[in-house]
Structure formats: structure tokens, C-alpha cells
């Protein structure tokens, strides 16, 4: 199965990792994961991260996502972490981010692998850009694609018609971040596969979706569901 994931960049955070507004650069934290790290307690949530237009998903576990749009797929908040239920689908399971509507800009999520899954079953998390109703976007995925335990494929597609634009093989964990960007008809999909704040691999692609639209997040999945964490969008990430 083929799937896509384009170059993120995030957006609305300053150098340094630290925002003109306080917030943290998502590129510099990844407390959850990480010892020896200022834990979530400590970290300014919306409206103060990604310039207020990130999100954390940092609430008690509900079925109702301020400030999204659930575009396909049932979405929901477990362990401060956003979901969908919804099985197979390809990419079409996905919720974009009220007031996100840029033209060129990035997007980034850190995708989080659901270890219950077994067998040969395809996890997939992306990042979307420039969608438009009814199902024009740029979706840019990590994907388990043989059953690997982790994410070992990237992806770029557009839709609508599921038209791939290109695919890297890796092996990328089971938490990486992605960031995918867009500037006129070229996009560029990167992976921080080691929470280092570097993008250290990254797969490059051509479009002819160039208008300006809403940024969001998907997942998909034949078994269990992954996660998508830290949201974060913006004209530079």
C-alpha cells in the first residue's frame, strides 16, 4: 500500500525554543517521551503555544475537539492524545483546524505508534495542508506499511483521486514528529525521528493543489489506532 507524508515546518515558534509569547518550540519538547525534561505541567498550553494556533490535546479525555472540524472519522481525546475509530478508509480520515487557512506555510504533529497493534497491520499518522471542500488537500503520512512495530514508510499524496507524489523507506520509531510544508507547487515532508529538533530525513514532492486552505491531521488504520500529539501551524515553523 502506498501512503504519503510531506515535509512539515512548524509554525509561530521562535529560535531558541522559546516564542516571543513564552510558549516552547514542539520541535524542542517532547516531554512525554523524554526524561530529564520539563514535564507537561510546566509547558504553557493554547493559547499561548504555536502562537495560539497549536494544539496539545492537553484535556481530560472527551469526543468533542474545540477549535477542529472532524472532516472524516469519529474523533476523541484519550490520555491527551487525539484519535479517530474509524478503520481502513485509506487517508480520508481526518479534522482540519478552525482559523488554519494559509496558502504556503507548514504544519507538524508528532505521531504516536500504537504498540497493541500486531501482525501485519498499516498505521498511518499525516499531516494536511491546503484543503478545501469538499476533498481537495495535501496530505503528507508516516506509516507502518508491513507490520513492522514502527513507522517505516513516508508518504505525499493529494486528493481528490488519491494521486501519489512520492514515498521514502526508513525506519522512523514509534513517536516521531513530522513537519510538512508547502511553498507554491512544492512540498516537503520531514521526520525528527529522534526528538532532536532536527529534521533528519526528509522527502520532497510536486503539486498542483497551489490555493490557500486549512491545515489538519490524519490517521488510519486495518487494526489499532494511532495517536497524533502537539499540533503546531504556521507560515515558518
Same mark, same amino acid.
Given at each position: 500500500?502506498?501512503?504519503?507524508?510531506?515535509? %512539515?515546518?512548524?509554525?509561530?515558534? +521562535?529560535?531558541?525554543?522559546?516564542?516571543?509569547?513564552?510558549?516552547?518550540?514542539?520541535?524542542?519538547?517532547?516531554?512525554?517521551?523524554?526524561?530529564?525534561?520539563? &514535564?507537561? +505541567?510546566?509547558?504553557?498550553?493554547?493559547?499561548?503555544?504555536?502562537? @495560539?494556533?497549536?494544539?496539545?490535546? $492537553?484535556?481530560?479525555?472527551? /469526543?468533542?475537539?474545540?477549535?477542529? /472540524?472532524?472532516? #472524516? #472519522?469519529?474523533?476523541?481525546?484519550?490520555?491527551? +492524545?487525539?484519535? *479517530?475509530?474509524?478503520?481502513?478508509?485509506?487517508?480520508?480520515?481526518?479534522?482540519?483546524? $478552525?482559523?488554519?487557512?494559509?496558502?504556503?506555510?507548514?504544519?507538524? !504533529? %508528532?505521531?504516536?505508534?500504537?504498540?497493541?497493534?500486531?501482525?501485519?497491520?498499516? *498505521?498511518?499518522?499525516? !499531516?494536511?495542508?491546503?484543503?478545501?471542500? &469538499?476533498?481537495?488537500?495535501?496530505? @503528507?503520512?508516516?506509516?507502518?506499511?508491513?507490520?513492522?512495530?514502527?513507522?517505516?514508510?513516508?508518504?505525499?499524496?493529494?486528493?481528490?483521486?488519491?494521486?501519489?507524489?512520492?514515498?521514502?523507506? @526508513?525506519?522512523?520509531?514509534?513517536?516521531?514528529? %513530522?513537519? %510538512?510544508?508547502?511553498?507554491? +507547487? /512544492?512540498?516537503?515532508?520531514?521526520?525528527?525521528?529522534?526528538?532532536?529538533?532536527?529534521?533528519?530525513?526528509?522527502?520532497?514532492? /510536486?503539486?498542483?493543489?497551489?490555493?490557500?486552505?486549512?491545515?489538519?491531521?490524519?490517521?488510519?488504520?486495518?487494526?489499532?489506532?494511532?495517536?497524533?500529539?502537539?499540533?503546531?501551524? #504556521? *507560515?515558518?515553523?
Amino acid at each position: 500500500m502506498r501512503g504519503a507524508l510531506v515535509s %512539515l515546518v512548524l509554525v509561530g515558534c +521562535a529560535s531558541a525554543g522559546v516564542q516571543p509569547d513564552g510558549g516552547v518550540d514542539p520541535d524542542t519538547r517532547d516531554a512525554r517521551d523524554a526524561p530529564d525534561v520539563v &514535564p507537561d +505541567a510546566a509547558i504553557p498550553d493554547a493559547p499561548s503555544y504555536c502562537g @495560539g494556533l497549536g494544539d496539545r490535546f $492537553d484535556i481530560a479525555d472527551t /469526543t468533542t475537539l474545540a477549535g477542529w /472540524t472532524e472532516r #472524516g #472519522g469519529d474523533w476523541s481525546v484519550t490520555a491527551m +492524545a487525539a484519535h *479517530q475509530n474509524e478503520l481502513e478508509g485509506v487517508y480520508s480520515h481526518y479534522m482540519t483546524r $478552525d482559523t488554519s487557512m494559509q496558502s504556503d506555510g507548514c504544519a507538524s !504533529v %508528532l505521531a504516536r505508534f500504537n504498540t497493541a497493534s500486531t501482525g501485519m497491520t498499516v *498505521q498511518s499518522v499525516g !499531516v494536511v495542508l491546503r484543503w478545501t471542500p &469538499p476533498d481537495t488537500f495535501i496530505v @503528507g503520512l508516516v506509516q507502518d506499511n508491513v507490520g513492522a512495530g514502527q513507522f517505516d514508510t513516508l508518504y505525499i499524496y493529494q486528493y481528490p483521486n488519491f494521486e501519489y507524489l512520492g514515498m521514502m523507506s @526508513g525506519a522512523f520509531g514509534t513517536t516521531p514528529r %513530522l513537519r %510538512l510544508c508547502a511553498a507554491g +507547487a /512544492t512540498v516537503n515532508l520531514g521526520v525528527d525521528a529522534n526528538a532532536d529538533a532536527t529534521y533528519e530525513t526528509t522527502l520532497p514532492a /510536486t503539486t498542483t493543489i497551489l490555493g490557500a486552505g486549512l491545515a489538519g491531521v490524519m490517521t488510519h488504520t486495518f487494526s489499532a489506532q494511532p495517536s497524533v500529539d502537539d499540533f503546531c501551524v #504556521g *507560515q515558518s515553523l
